[in-house]
């Protein structure tokens, strides 16, 4: 019989054991897509930290909010998601301008958007922490890649916005704490962070001339501005 070791065997260990392993695929990658610069060393130091800031403010609420007494492949994909973040937000910070293999990064980080909330499903490991994990690292994607669409001018600086909603989002729930209360489950909310994060990674495109997409930037801002408002309009109802 094989020895187990109590530590990594439980979900809280598990992540933790899983997070290092992506943190080298988070270097490693991230070093590959700057090359030879200068700003190499500065930008690695800085993705992994704010990869390491995000893995132990995930394990804390893991251990508070996980229910399960496995963590589950959903989880795992999510924190892939969160590797492939750190590798784009590594290359951002070195001077890489988005080109085909950052935009391939995007598409793939995306796709697993959608396989880490089937796989919970599947398994019966769904649970809040799992939620609040996957809107975290949407938030930081879409965020991470309105900042690169606007320094490589792509879009003007205001696709900037495209990326903040949830943020303001959070900072007005602490004034109005009615606005942190639980949504209930909405696909429509679910469509329009696919719709953001999907434009954003279009944006990534080398060949999009800037001022291409604003038609398509306006839609997306106009959905976000529905998708937050109906949310704080049914918080507020009932908060009545």
Not at 187 to 200: E, G, N, P, Y
Request: with cysteine; charged share 10%; aromatic share 10%.
């Amino acid at each position: 019989m094989s020895a187990r070791i109590p530590f990594v065997s439980s979900p809280v260990g598990t992540f933790y054991a899983a997070s290092l392993l992506g943190g080298i695929f988070l270097l490693v990658g991230g070093l590959m897509m700057i090359g030879p610069k200068n700003t190499a060393p500065f930008a690695a130091m800085l993705g992994l930290a704010g990869y390491l800031g995000a893995t132990i403010w995930a394990g804390y609420r893991l251990s508070v909010d996980f229910p399960h007494a496995s963590l589950g492949l959903c989880n795992i994909a999510t924190l892939g998601r969160l590797v492939l973040v750190g590798v784009l937000l590594i290359a951002l910070l070195g001077g890489v301008t988005p080109n085909w293999m950052t935009f391939a990064l995007a598409v793939i980080a995306l796709s697993l958007d959608g396989v880490d909330g089937w796989l919970a499903r599947k398994q019966g490991l769904a649970s809040d922490f799992g939620a609040r994990f996957d809107v975290e690292v949407d938030a930081a994607f879409a965020l991470l890649l309105a900042v690169s669409a606007a320094v490589a001018g792509a879009a003007e600086p205001y696709v900037v916005l495209l990326g903040l909603p949830y943020y303001l989002f959070v900072a007005a729930s602490v004034a109005f704490p009615w606005l942190a209360q639980p949504l209930p489950d909405r696909f429509s909310r679910k469509a329009v962070c696919v719709l953001q994060i999907a434009a954003l990674i279009v944006l990534q495109v080398p060949i999009i001339a800037p001022g291409q997409l604003d038609l398509l930037i306006l839609a997306v801002t106009a959905g976000l501005i529905w998708s937050f408002g109906h949310d704080i309009v049914w918080l507020w109802r009932r908060a009545k």
